[in-house]
């Protein structure tokens, strides 16, 4: 059985487990309109941006965050402009980061390399890695392969960029919040991985669309980076 210290490297999902996406989409909503219920937004923005990620794969992030407040607008019934569109589109780059994610990467990268395999583009990602303070030592987004997560490809990149740095696939631990979009596609490919349950303390699976694996499925879980990051350094020292 597969433990810690036999990893390289460790390749991270971005949003929602590094930067705290749902509270940057609730000020999004927000600075939009007062009128918006939050959570059932929030619900409707998991399933409206997974289809507009499918439907547009080679579209940059901030034009599928546009097309998603469009969509959102007509079933919450709620007017938007396109300048408010555009600002919703814009939006990652102000994304606040969880208070943990920056002192445990900087732990982490003690360790292993670290690689980013995110479902945003290059400019969005620069802003959100200033937020975090580190320095990444690969970064793959989605404008790089020209599809989203959960779509297999993403993860054949992250394999080709880490070969590229002499590091095999089974050396590559996968951090992650979201299991439909990072832990389902991981399984399948037999990438190892771990749950950072961000949402542990909230009821419904938030931005998120339903995903078809349990808690049983995951063979590692933490509520959060520090968590994690100590566990890590307890298990290997």
């Known amino acids: 059985m597969a433990c810690f210290s036999d990893f390289e490297a460790l390749s991270f999902d971005c949003y929602g487990t590094l930067i705290d996406w749902e509270t940057g989409l609730t000020q999004a909503f927000r600075e939009w309109s007062d009128a918006i219920d939050v959570e059932r937004a929030l619900e409707l923005f998991g399933s409206i941006e997974t289809e507009k990620e499918q439907k547009y794969p080679s579209a940059p992030y901030p034009e599928i965050l546009v097309r998603v407040c469009v969509a959102l607008g007509e079933m919450l019934d709620v007017p938007v402009s396109a300048e408010q569109a555009a600002i919703f589109g814009a939006s990652v780059g ?13 732990k982490l990268q003690q360790r292993y390399k670290l690689i980013i395999l995110s479902n945003v583009d290059r400019g969005s990602f620069f802003l959100s890695e200033t937020r975090l303070g580190i320095n990444f030592d690969a970064v793959i987004t989605a404008q790089d392969v020209g599809s989203y997560k959960p779509d297999l490809r993403n993860f054949e990149a992250l394999f080709r960029c ?11 631990l996968h951090v992650a919040q979201s299991r439909f979009h990072d832990h389902e596609p991981a399984q399948k490919l037999g990438l190892n991985s771990v749950w950072i349950d961000r949402r542990h303390h909230l009821a419904g699976p938030g931005a998120t669309p339903e995903s078809t694996l349990s808690d049983a499925d995951l063979k590692w879980r933490f509520p959060s980076m520090k968590t994690f990051a100590d566990a890590v350094f307890e298990v290997q020292a």
């Open 94 to 106: 102000r994304w606040p980061a969880f208070p943990d994610s920056s002192e445990a990467l900087a």
């Open 162 to 172: 880490a070969g590229k740095m002499g590091i095999a696939r089974d050396k590559i």
